[in-house]
């Protein structure tokens, strides 16, 4: 399996308070994220790819030394989307995938329970956050998403999407030839998750969810959601 950790993004909405860093770079417990990341996925026997772009120099150096990753650069970062991102690395969509925002912090548990999970392609949700959160999904009893959004009405949010999903080699087509439908039409502009929405609005095929049951997560939009991340490994530790 490969992981693809999208990481060209610029941050605008976390900018204010970090100049020129880029997300995935900030320390947790004094390891960038990206770095942490990268590690947990290696040692699950993962290949990595990463994909870059906004100071790129700097995801670099947050995995310097780490060998066997490979990079793609999307030179369009700051007029495009992650879709753009990821199609630069169309090439090393070869194998069952793993695909996540590099700002993701995750756990070992979690990860396991995505990989694991039999049904594909299926994107990473929680069914505990549906008040407070960045991006909401709709799903039907055997956990189909349905409806997506930013704006999505609360009485219509089933769970909070949690920045990484699985796409299996059998899907990869399917995926791919829908990827490139929406470059060349020129959406660009769009998430990466868009390719897995569109089956959901064509119903042509289901978009599965699986639920981090609990578990820890958070994804960096704003400084607060570092700070979130920062107190819980401080909590952790004091637990140890």
Same mark, same amino acid.
């Given at each position: 399996?490969k992981?693809i950790?999208?990481a060209?993004?610029?941050?605008?909405?976390?900018?204010?308070?970090? !100049?020129?860093?880029?997300?995935?770079t900030?320390? =947790?417990?004094? +390891?960038?994220?990206?770095?942490r990341?990268?590690?947990?996925? %290696? @040692?699950?026997?993962?290949?990595?790819?990463v994909?870059?772009?906004?100071?790129?120099?700097?995801?670099?150096?947050a995995?310097?030394?780490?060998?066997?990753?490979?990079?793609?650069?999307?030179p369009?970062?700051?007029?495009?989307?992650?879709?753009?991102?990821?199609?630069?690395?169309?090439?090393?969509?070869?194998?069952?995938?793993?695909?996540?925002?590099?700002?993701?912090?995750?756990?070992?548990?979690?990860? !396991?329970? =995505?990989?694991?999970?039999?049904?594909?392609p =299926?994107?990473a949700?929680?069914?505990?956050?549906? +008040?407070e959160?960045?991006?909401?999904?709709?799903?039907?009893v055997?956990?189909?998403?349905?409806?997506?959004?930013?704006?999505?009405?609360?009485? %219509?949010?089933?769970?909070?999407?949690?920045?990484?999903?699985?796409?299996? *080699?059998?899907?990869?087509?399917?995926?791919i030839?829908?990827? $490139?439908?929406?470059?060349? @039409?020129? %959406?660009?502009?769009?998430?990466?998750?868009?390719?897995?929405? @569109?089956?959901?609005?064509?119903?042509? !095929?289901?978009?599965?969810?699986? $639920?981090? $049951?609990?578990?820890?997560?958070? !994804?960096?939009?704003?400084?607060?959601?570092?700070?979130?991340?920062?107190?819980? =490994?401080?909590? %952790? *530790?004091?637990?140890e």
């Amino acid at each position: 399996m490969k992981a693809i950790l999208l990481a060209a993004g610029r941050g605008t909405r976390i900018s204010r308070k970090v !100049e020129r860093v880029p997300k995935s770079t900030l320390p =947790v417990d004094g +390891v960038p994220l990206i770095r942490r990341s990268v590690e947990l996925l %290696q @040692s699950a026997g993962m290949q990595c790819i990463v994909c870059t772009g906004f100071e790129e120099k700097k995801v670099k150096k947050a995995l310097e030394g780490i060998e066997n990753i490979t990079y793609c650069y999307n030179p369009f970062y700051d007029i495009t989307n992650s879709i753009a991102s990821i199609w630069f690395a169309k090439n090393e969509m070869d194998d069952d995938l793993l695909v996540l925002n590099a700002d993701v912090f995750f756990s070992g548990e979690i990860l !396991e329970q =995505v990989i694991t999970d039999q049904r594909n392609p =299926v994107m990473a949700i929680d069914y505990s956050r549906t +008040v407070e959160g960045d991006y909401f999904f709709s799903t039907s009893v055997d956990g189909r998403i349905e409806k997506y959004g930013k704006g999505l009405p609360l009485e %219509q949010r089933s769970c909070e999407y949690v920045g990484m999903a699985k796409i299996e *080699k059998s899907f990869l087509p399917q995926f791919i030839h829908r990827m $490139d439908e929406l470059i060349e @039409s020129q %959406q660009h502009n769009v998430w990466w998750e868009n390719i897995l929405y @569109s089956f959901t609005d064509k119903k042509e !095929e289901a978009i599965y969810t699986v $639920d981090v $049951d609990g578990r820890f997560w958070a !994804e960096i939009d704003y400084f607060d959601d570092y700070e979130r991340i920062l107190d819980y =490994v401080a909590k %952790q *530790k004091e637990t140890e």
